[in-house]
């Protein structure tokens, strides 16, 4: 059984791994399944898990597996029906330089999975190199590459990288309010 | 794509984008991680780490075909 702290801690980190099942799923209610399911192993598999390592690393490993095992079919023909990537969300203006977030959120879409997935681990879950290589089961140097790869790919998507303008980049955000 | 391709390594080196293209994009990527994060949840995962607690769900994770 389980300890307290051991279920306080999947508490802790519920939201998270639904926002990483979001990002790789692309749909809300498939991500809602596989936190579900995430969870319930996690739960019965406690004692895999290695105190003093990243919890988060392990439910997203375990997500993952889930994932690509047996949703991966479903989840294009189900793709944000639910329309949580459409809602508009207003981004704190404290700083210059934002850019549009429907913007962004359609380019990342075009991403291939394996970049997509690489790009949120580390720039937004917060995972190390070497946690993200663990939860991808590849080596650092493919999530290095990966990475580099998706945010080429976003600055040539959101036209970023203007070879013609001086600041492409102001020019692009001054239209976000 | 092939010519792409076969000077990959050399596109990357090429393609070390502007430190404020990456800047935007790391914010950008912080803002919608953000958005999902702050989504509000449903109350089924709560209730349902409750029920494991309580011994109330097998220990076995459902199958795959009775969610459909």
């Known amino acids: 059984m389980p300890s307290a702290s051991f279920k306080d801690e999947l508490l802790a980190e519920i939201r998270n791994l639904r926002a990483f099942a979001i990002s790789l799923s692309g749909s809300v209610s498939l991500a809602d399944d596989l936190v579900q399911e995430s969870l319930l192993r996690a739960w019965s598999n406690s004692e895999k898990f290695q105190p003093g390592t990243s919890l988060r690393a392990w439910l997203f490993t375990i997500l993952r597996n889930i994932y690509y095992s047996n949703y991966r079919k479903r989840s294009r023909e189900v793709q944000d029906s639910d329309g949580l990537y459409a809602r508009r969300l207003t981004v704190p203006g404290d700083q210059e330089s934002h850019l549009d977030l429907e913007d962004f959120r359609k380019a990342m879409t075009k991403l291939p999975a394996e970049q997509r997935e690489v790009l949120t681990l580390i720039g937004a879950s917060g995972l190390s190199y070497e946690e993200a290589a663990v939860v991808c089961q590849v080596g650092i140097g493919t999530i290095k590459s990966r990475l580099s790869r998706a945010r080429a790919k976003l600055v040539e998507l959101l036209e970023l990288n203007d070879a013609a303008s001086d600041s492409p980049v102001e020019r692009k955000v001054q239209r976000v309010g | ?68």
Request: overall charge negative; proline content about 7%.
């Open chain 2, 1 to 68: 794509m092939n010519a792409t391709r076969t000077n990959k390594a050399e596109a990357e080196d090429a393609a070390a984008p502007d430190p404020k293209a990456l800047e935007a994009i790391g914010r950008a990527l912080e803002a919608h991680y953000a958005s999902l994060v702050q989504a509000p949840l449903p109350d089924k995962f709560v209730d349902l780490l409750a029920r494991l607690e309580g011994g109330q769900v097998s220990k076995t994770p459902g199958r795959r075909d009775a969610l459909g």
